[in-house]
Structure formats: C-alpha cells, structure tokens
C-alpha cells in the first residue's frame, strides 16, 4: 500500500461488513471496531444510530475507538430498524411519527456533539412513495425541510448532511438526485446542512460524480465522501475503481479541486458476494490511494487543463490513459 500523504483524507469503512468475520455469532459493535483497526489505513469510523451506536454503549464506544487509534468521522441515521418509520420518518403522515424521527434525530445528534463527531448523515430512504396518488408531495416536502431545519438548528456545531438515492426502499425517493436535494438545502438554509456524495448512488442517479461534487461545492456544502463503484443499474456497492477508474479519479481531481479534507467512507459490500472484508477493505485503501496519486498529478496537468479547455475528448483521454496505464 503507498503511503499517504500528510494532508489525506481520513479513511472509514462500512462497519456491518464485517459481521461475516464473525460467522454464527453476533459480534458488538466494538468487536467490529477491532476488526476494522486490523486494516491498514483505515483510520476512521462511521457508525449507525441507534442500531450501532445507542444510549446505553455510547460512552463504552468512544473509550474503544480512543484506544483503537481511530476517530469517530460521525454518525449515519437509520430510521429503518423501526417499522413504524415504514411509511416514512420525516414524510410520515401521522405527526406523532415525525416528531419520534426528529426527535431520535437530535439525540444522535446529542451523541455526535458528546463524542467530538462533526457530522450526522441523513439517508431517507423510507421517505419517498410507491405509487401515484398515494403522497401529498407539497406537504411532504414542506414537513422534510421543516424537520430538516428543526435538526440542524438542535446543535449549529454539528454539520447534517443529506445522502440521496434515486428509490430503494420506496420505488421512489422524496430527493432522488443532485438537482432536488440542492433544491431541499435552499429551502433549509441553514449553514450546517449540506450533502453527501455516495458514488454508487450518482451513478443510480445517471449523473457523473465529478460534476456533481462540483455542484455541491458551488451551491451548498460537500460534507461526505461515500467512495465505492457499481453498474449503475442498482446500489452495487462494489470495490473502489473497479468499475469506473476514470471516473473515480476525475472526483478525486474535483475534490482535490474544491478543497474537500474530509473522510473517505467506503460504502462497499464485501458481504454480498463472500469476500474477506478485511482483504476487501486493505483493497479500497490501496485503490483509493493509487487513483488519488493519479488524480494529483493530471490536476498539475497543463496539457490536460488545456484539452479540458477546448473539450478535446480525444486529447483528455489520451493524457489520462497514459497517467492511469503506464507501465
């Protein structure tokens, strides 16, 4: 693996990944925390609330993670561990269900603050609909960005980031791309909310990850980085580069580019498909490694700067190739 430099980008994993380490038990949260300390690079650590992280183990897991050597980047919610969010958390249509959700909401955002954790990541991916004539869409839309602002102003210090996806599990989703969650950040219009970019899901989306980061950084906040790869046709979560190389390494330019220092959170799913999640993992922090040494030099590149100038596709491609494939 090379070296990182000074200035990288700090670097977490999925952590339920490495459930399959420990087959026929139920391993706690700190069993899989150890198990991601044996990784080497991986120096950071997303966790889930309240299905990882709880009120009860909160303090335990941080006193862990101190003595493991790896930071807590922030939390993730997930609403979906509780059926009664089935119809959505900040969609719901009963608001005895919305105010449970925002409520939860701050008290991992209470953990956050407690445990020195700068960001809370929202997927909502309960809030959306299956059919046509089953949502009230402007009703909807208003109690997200009133729930969405009721959060971020729980704790100023605490950046809230939105972490969209086209549908699953709702065949569709209330901010299903780049252009409607910029939309949702206006309207919220706090300085602690912004977005996280997750590759696979841009990819769902139709969208190309360098534009779209770039976009984030001209008309909100990039707060997340969810590095992984796939088809496009569903969320893959396959291994870094594996997939799109070019494409990974042209938002590595773009990160470079916008002055992102945040972490690295490879959203892959080594489980899926029988893979070793450790070997899994060491192979993300290699790839991520290589294709960010790539990325560094095209962003000095003058002849590439300059075909990108003239949208000279043919000259581009060339200059990449040689930086990506050379011997």
Known sequence: ?????????????????????????????????????????????????????????????????????????????????????????????????????????????????????????????????????????????????????????????????????????????????IGTTLLATRDVDRPNIGVTLDFAHVLYADEMPAHTAMLIARHSRLMGVHLNDGYGKRDDGLMVGTVHPVATVELFCALDRIGYDGAIYFDTFPDHSGINPVAEASTNVEMAERLRAVAARLGNDPDLARAIEMQDAAASQRIVARALYAS
């Open 1 to 177: 693996m090379s070296t990182q430099r000074p200035n990288a980008p700090r670097y977490a994993a999925r952590l339920n990944a490495f459930k399959a380490c420990f087959p026929g038990e139920k391993p706690s949260t700190a069993d899989l925390l150890r198990k991601v300390a044996e990784v080497p690079g991986l120096n950071a650590a997303d966790l889930n609330y309240p299905d990882q992280i709880t009120d009860a183990n909160a303090a335990e897991l941080g006193r862990c993670l101190d003595g493991l050597g790896i930071s807590l980047n922030g939390l993730a919610m997930r609403y979906y561990t509780d059926p009664g969010f089935a119809l959505g958390a900040f969609t719901h249509p009963d608001r005895a269900v919305r105010r449970k959700a925002i409520d939860l909401t701050k008290r991992g955002i209470d953990h956050c603050a407690a445990l020195n954790a700068p960001l809370m990541t929202l997927w909502m991916g309960q809030d959306g609909f299956d059919y046509a004539f089953q949502m009230d869409y402007a009703r909807a839309w208003d109690d997200t960005i009133a729930a969405m602002a009721e959060v971020a102003d729980h704790n100023p210090d605490v950046d809230v980031a939105i972490e969209y996806k086209p549908n699953e599990p709702r065949a569709y989703a209330l901010m299903p791309d």
